[in-house]
Every structure is written in structure tokens, then in C-alpha cells.
């Protein structure tokens, strides 16, 4: 492996996972109190649980689209605070593990952004689910983090029985534009002013769109040229001809191209965005802007954005905003407990 692996290592940023591990636990076995989940979808035998409220009846239930990083979802404490807050509104969580990870078996064709296939593993987890005499199909939805929200939209349009969306973090770009706005941070970093440090993040999306025209890898590199001023891109970046070739291969894969705004402007079903301001790996202010001309084009008014200004790309405050009651920043959970409970989507009696 090289030791500067260009824009394909930034790249694996945007598929970010919570990675907050969890006490150890018996292999496979689902978390005390919730129900194993099995299903098969390419050829993957995917593994994990439901978490059902403790009331009796048909529940609401929400369907967790996960980012892209390796996880065990048994095993994870940003999801296991989850769990708890959306079981007190009287909704069944359903978590599972992706292909190759954790109690699941199998692999993705593309390890990295194997997103058609996720899709349709989301859509065979819900064939399963809604078959449960202990959830209500008609209020079954997806809550879906970073690499997730392109799934979730993908996933909606295809079927009409997924009820709303929640998606935390969402690129509304495809994955090669986003792959360069974490250079901002690095500059950042380094103490480059943001004026500046956007300049050159634009600089670096112009390569890829030379790309993207047909140019070659000469044209693209001498679009980026002045960038190999900044020392804190070069451990990442590959300004030369073979990171501008490396682009080149990765544009014969059409993965790295879909783009999460052009689902967007199908999607039917009401939809909450959640994103945070310290994000360094996804354009939260693009991605905004890219929501709300999707929906306006689609004729969907049920859009609700809320940004939370101490947020990262997990949801996750700064030092001095951490709670000792949540690992979460403040009012987030129950931004989406409320949301929900607005448009009948908890359990509550109303």
C-alpha cells in the first residue's frame, strides 16, 4: 500500500461509522432483552437483532442504515444509547450487521461503497420485518448515518412501504466531490485561514471535474496546481500524475458517482436532516442546500433540516459540550423522539 494514497483515503472518511466500542460480549449473541434477527440478501447471510418496546401490540419501527466503516453492531455504544431513547417512545429498533462484519457472513463486491447492494439488503431486511405480527408495516422507517444517506433515499423510492426518513449526516454529493472537504480541515489544522482553505478545497473539485469532462490526468494535475504548497495535504493527497490516474480509475466505477441529490428529488415520504457544524468530513452546507432544491423540485414539503452548531459527523459534542448524561450533543436525540411523535411515527398514545 502506498504510504500518500490520495483522495481514496479522505474518501473512506465519508463512510465513517460510530466506532465507540463497547464492553466485551459472548460472540453473536444479541444484546439481553431484544430478538435475533437472520436474513439473506446477494448471497450474504446478514445477523443482528430487534429491540422491541415493552408494550404489547403492533410497534412502529425504525430500520438503522449504517455508515460505512467496519462495526459490530452488538457491541457499539452510540447505537446502544439510541436503542433506549427511541424504546421509550414505543418504536422497535432493527439493527444488523453488514456483510463480513460482526455476526454477519459474506462480502461486498465493493468493499468501500458497495451501495446498490445495501440497498437491497435494506429492502430485505423491511420484507422481513413488516411480516412480524409485533410491528405495525405501516410505520416503518430508516434512520440513516453518513455512507447511509445515500442508501436511505435509494432505498425509498424503490419502495413505497418505507414511512419516512431521518438522516444524520447525509453527503448530498457523490463520494469523489466529497472526498475533498476534508482537505479544509487538514488546512485548517495547519492554521490556514478559511478563506483560503476553501480556495484550495474548490481548486481540488476542479480536478475532479476535468476529470469527470473526459481530461486527462495531465489536465487535472495542472489544475491543482499551487496545492503541492500546502504540506498538511501531503500525507493524504497525492498531487502528481499517479494520484490523478488513481482518480481516473475510480471514475470507471460508477459507484463513486451516484449522487445522493438526485434520488433526493424522488423521495415521497416526510424527511428529518440532521447535520453538525464541526463535520469535517461531509459539506454540511452544501448538503443543506442540496436537500432543499431536491425537495422543491419534487413538490415534498415535509423537509425539516436542524444543524447543531457543537455536532461533528457523529452527532458527537466538543470537550466542553460533553454531558454526563449523553454521549451525544445536547438536544439531539430528542429532536428526533419529537419529530417523530409529531407526524405519529412513536408509540404514544396520541
Known amino acids: 500500500m502506498r504510504r500518500r494514497l490520495s483522495l ?36 450474504n447471510t446478514l445477523r443482528g437483532f430487534i429491540d ?21 453492531v452488538t457491541a457499539n455504544k452510540y447505537y446502544n444509547e439510541m436503542r433506549p431513547a427511541f424504546r421509550a417512545a414505543g418504536i422497535a ?13 459474506g462480502k ?39 455512507q447511509g444517506g445515500w442508501i436511505a433515499p435509494m432505498a425509498a423510492i424503490r419502495s413505497p412501504d418505507i414511512a419516512y426518513l431521518i438522516v444524520v449526516s447525509g453527503p448530498g454529493r457523490d463520494a469523489l466531490s466529497l472526498g475533498a472537504y476534508p482537505s479544509m480541515k487538514l488546512l485548517h489544522d495547519a492554521g490556514v485561514d478559511e478563506a483560503e482553505a476553501r480556495k484550495a478545497y474548490e481548486t481540488l473539485r476542479r480536478g475532479i471535474a476535468i476529470l469527470r469532462a473526459g481530461g486527462t490526468a495531465e489536465e487535472a494535475l495542472a489544475a491543482d496546481k499551487g496545492l503541492e504548497k500546502y504540506p498538511a495535504l501531503r500525507p493524504t493527497y497525492q498531487l502528481d500524475l499517479a494520484g490523478a490516474r488513481n482518480l481516473q480509475a475510480l471514475l470507471r466505477d460508477p459507484a463513486w ?17 440532521i447535520f453538525g457544524k464541526r463535520d469535517a468530513v461531509v459539506d454540511w452546507r452544501e448538503s443543506i442546500a442540496i436537500y432543499r432544491s431536491a425537495f422543491e423540485q419534487s413538490g415534498n414539503r415535509d423537509l425539516t433540516i436542524k444543524v447543531f452548531d457543537d455536532a461533528d459527523h457523529e452527532m458527537l459534542p466538543s470537550a466542553d459540550g460533553r454531558s454526563a448524561n449523553s454521549i451525544f450533543v445536547y438536544g439531539y436525540l430528542q429532536t428526533m423522539i419529537s419529530w417523530l411523535d409529531a407526524r405519529a411515527f412513536t408509540g404514544r398514545q396520541r
Do not use: M
Open 8 to 43: 481514496h483515503t479522505i474518501l473512506l472518511l465519508s463512510s465513517l461509522l460510530p466506532r465507540l466500542a463497547a464492553a466485551a460480549h459472548a460472540p453473536c449473541e444479541p444484546p439481553a432483552g431484544t430478538r435475533p434477527l437472520e436474513f439473506q440478501s446477494d448471497g
Open 52 to 72: 422491541l418496546p415493552q408494550t404489547h401490540g403492533r410497534h412502529p419501527a425504525i430500520l438503522i442504515v449504517q455508515g460505512g466503516a467496519d462495526s459490530e
Open 93 to 105: 429498533t432493527v439493527l444488523w450487521d453488514k456483510a463480513g462484519n460482526g455476526c454477519s457472513s
Open 108 to 146: 461486498y463486491p465493493n468493499p468501500v461503497l458497495p451501495l446498490q447492494e445495501r440497498v437491497s439488503e435494506t429492502l430485505a431486511a423491511l420484507a422481513l420485518i413488516k411480516k412480524r405480527d409485533d410491528i405495525d408495516s405501516r410505520r416503518i422507517g430508516l434512520w440513516a448515518l453518513s
Open 257 to 273: 458517482s451516484l449522487e445522493a441529490g438526485a434520488f433526493l428529488r424522488y423521495v415521497n415520504q416526510p424527511t428529518l436532516a
